[in-house]
């Protein structure tokens, strides 16, 4: 999508070191930090929310969370906390689905 900063940042527009990458997402350090480690889990596609998912999405959906699996034991993460903000009165900021983890 032409204005999201999320598929500018998939995509390669806007240049960014990825923690992780294939070919339904890519994973990044959050810009502002809550925690010491703080990363997003972000699909290729742009789905704007959990909200907006549609048929098929549930495959990505389910590659994210399995995604942030394989990071947090790569990082030898003893516990994390997996989190998804849905639409404006729930948190939401970037209207491109992701997921964040963090960690102290
Ligand atoms: P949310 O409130 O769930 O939509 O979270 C959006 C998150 O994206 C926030 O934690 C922001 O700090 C983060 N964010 C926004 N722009 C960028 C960016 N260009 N690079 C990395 N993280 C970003």
């Known amino acids: 999508m032409a204005d999201c900063v999320f598929c500018k940042i998939a995509g390669g527009e806007i240049p960014s070191k990825f923690v992780y990458e294939d070919e339904k ?6 810009i502002h930090p809550k925690a010491k480690t703080h990363m997003l889990i ?3 596609k742009h789905i704007p929310s959990i909200a907006d998912m549609e048929d098929g ?3 990505i959906a389910g590659h994210l969370l399995h995604c942030a ?8 993460l ?3 906390k997996l989190s998804i903000n849905v639409g ?3 948190g ?3 209207f491109h689905l992701h ?3 963090m960690s102290d």
């Open 78 to 80: 003893k516990g994390y």
């Open 69 to 76: 699996k394989n990071i947090a034991d790569n990082m030898k």
């Open 99 to 101: 997921v964040h983890l």
């Open 42 to 44: 972000v699909p290729r």
């Open 25 to 30: 997402c890519v994973i990044f350090n959050d």
């Open 57 to 59: 999405d549930e495959k």
């Open 92 to 94: 939401q900021e970037v």
């Open 88 to 90: 404006k009165e729930g």
